[in-house]
């Protein structure tokens, strides 16, 4: 199966998805309406800015798959609003129904329109990691996106995903084989990723990052993320690559942007600790050939000292 036209745009650069520019389709909810990535799978690529007003929350990807018998949605949304505004578009392209949403992981725009979906009668998929993620500390975010959405907040309360897995969860839609993979700890607790081994392409979620510099939370154990690159997402090495945020591309690019990263980062970050270097110095190790990805202001010196905490106990 060949790509459309469209995916080498998707390669040629991340200008097209900077945080500078305004939203991409005003009359929808969606800050870009959805393309077709490969026949059949579509996504409505997010702003690679933090979630704001303006962009309604959509600052990462709402993906799905069209089959013969129905549709796969990957990513709820953050809001009410905001799921049904995909819902639309969808009903443009098929009037086959949705029969499954899937949670990418815990957090609010993965999950907060889960109500908005469950509302139609579609069963929700998450890993139980994510679950027990809006489980714990949901009223936190749930009350974020009220802060930063107001009024289009309207409608949305806190849903949880009626299905869980733990390691796969395989679905047989309309002739196409779909597994949804936990590959591994990386970026927060619950990552899934969609794997569609007979299109080549994977629906990679938050394991894979390459136009905006990937955020490491306290949670997170980048030693972890890298394993489980290397041991679980380096065999698969799909051709095609919708990243938890930011546009389509191939496998090649994530790579360079999350486990070249990662183990720069820690590189650097090691050698500062052998060097007898402390916390406050270690804000401004040189990140300097990452400087180009979007929220590198916002995200460098907070990685280097998550990492540095990190790595002072391994």
């Not at 939203?23 to 800015?49: C, N, R, W």
């Not at 990243?243 to 994530?254: D, E, I, M, Y």
């Not at 050939?289 to 790595?311: C, H, I, P, S, Y």
Request: glycine letters at 8%; proline letters at 5%; charged letters at 25%.
């Amino acid at each position: 199966m060949k790509p459309l036209a469209i995916l080498p745009l998707f390669l040629a650069g991340a200008v097209a998805a900077s945080e500078d520019i305004a939203d991409q389709y005003p009359q929808s909810e969606l800050y870009s309406k959805p393309v077709e990535v490969i026949p059949h799978v579509f996504s409505a690529i997010g702003a690679t800015a933090p979630p704001t007003y303006e962009n309604a929350g959509h600052n990462n990807n709402l993906s799905f798959i069209l089959t013969d018998e129905g549709v796969i949605v990957v990513n709820a949304g953050a809001s009410d609003r905001l799921a049904k505004a995909l819902h639309d578009e969808i009903r443009q392209l098929t009037d086959k129904p949705v029969v499954l949403v899937i949670n990418e992981n815990g957090q609010g725009h993965a999950m907060l329109g889960n109500g908005y979906w469950r509302d139609q009668g579609v069963d929700v998929l998450a890993h139980a990691d994510a679950i027990a993620e809006t489980q714990e500390n949901g009223d936190a975010i749930i009350n974020g996106m009220r802060g930063y959405n107001r009024d289009r907040a309207e409608g949305t309360r806190l849903v949880h995903a009626n299905l869980s897995f733990d390691d796969e969860y395989e679905v047989q839609l309309g002739g196409v084989e779909i597994k949804v993979l936990h590959l591994g700890p990386a970026h927060d607790p619950g990552d899934i990723q969609v794997w569609i081994p007979e299109w080549e392409i994977m629906i990679a979620g938050d394991i894979a990052f390459h136009e905006r510099m990937l955020p490491i939370f306290p949670h997170t154990c980048t030693s972890c993320w890298i394993e489980t690159w290397k041991e679980e997402l380096e065999p698969l090495a799909p051709t095609y690559v919708i990243p938890g945020h930011g546009h389509p591309t191939n496998f090649a690019q994530v790579r360079r942007y999350t486990l070249d990263y990662l183990e720069d980062l820690r590189a650097k970050v090691g050698a500062h600790i052998d060097e007898g270097g402390d916390l406050a110095s270690a804000y401004y190790v040189d990140q300097q050939q990452w400087k180009t990805l979007d929220t590198f202001e916002e995200l460098a010196t907070k990685n280097a000292g998550r990492v540095f905490e990190e790595m002072e106990w391994e």
